[in-house]
């Protein structure tokens, strides 16, 4: 788990871009610190929240409760803790770093952000069981880095029945993760030699 940082501003910009009504049903996948999850809270929705570490559960609860938000937030892997409930929104920041392991770690603070070779072990995950979760006109959100390819991502969810598109865009300096790896992914070709900033991406995605 880490402190929210330039991806969760930006995903926080395009919640309030969907304007939430009191009663919808939102649940925030891989909520971490709970920031998201706290936010739709504010703006009125009823709000579920998951993710697979404990101290995230536990710091999002806190997190909740001394905004004086109720949310409630599970332990578990993606949606599985809240399965068979649909909801009107869905967010996730999930891990999207390019990683020298092919297989994403199972402890640790690397598994907050490391995400296999090409960033997209959970992003492509959260693409299959997405149109499962969302209700009729259900909106998905969620915002990666550029480096484990938008493209692949609104593919995956048209192919998945879901209208999908790039709603928000910044670029931000390189973090201490992504420095300390530059000569990797330099070498992977997934940052040109003179660059040193990455772009982050909200790709928003609707159920008919």
């Known amino acids: 788990m880490y402190a929210p940082q330039a991806d969760t501003r930006l ?29 739709a809270s504010r703006l009125g929705a009823r709000v579920s929240a998951t993710d697979i570490s404990w101290r995230a559960v536990m710091t999002a609860r806190l997190n909740a409760a001394r905004a004086g938000q109720r949310v409630q937030v599970r332990h578990g892997d993606l949606s599985m803790p809240w399965f068979g409930r649909t909801f009107d929104l869905v967010t996730s920041n999930p891990p999207y770093v390019p ?92 940052i040109g030699a003179e660059q040193d900033w990455e772009e982050l991406v909200v790709i928003r995605a609707e159920r008919s």
């Open 99 to 190: 990683a020298r392991d092919a297989r994403p770690p199972t402890w640790g603070r690397s598994r907050a952000w490391d995400a296999g070779r090409d960033g997209r072990h959970v992003v492509d995950r959260i693409c299959s069981h997405a149109s499962a979760l969302l209700r009729p006109r259900g909106v998905l959100l969620m915002v990666h880095s550029s480096l484990c390819d938008a493209g692949a991502t609104l593919t995956r969810l048209e192919d998945a029945g879901l209208r999908a598109s790039v709603t928000e865009r910044a670029r931000v300096p390189f973090g201490p993760v992504l420095t300390e790896r530059l000569p990797w992914l330099r070498a992977q070709g997934l």
């Open 11 to 39: 995903l926080a910009r395009a919640l309030h871009a969907e304007r939430i009504t009191a009663g919808m049903d939102v649940l925030d996948v891989c909520t971490g610190s709970g920031a998201l999850a706290v936010l």
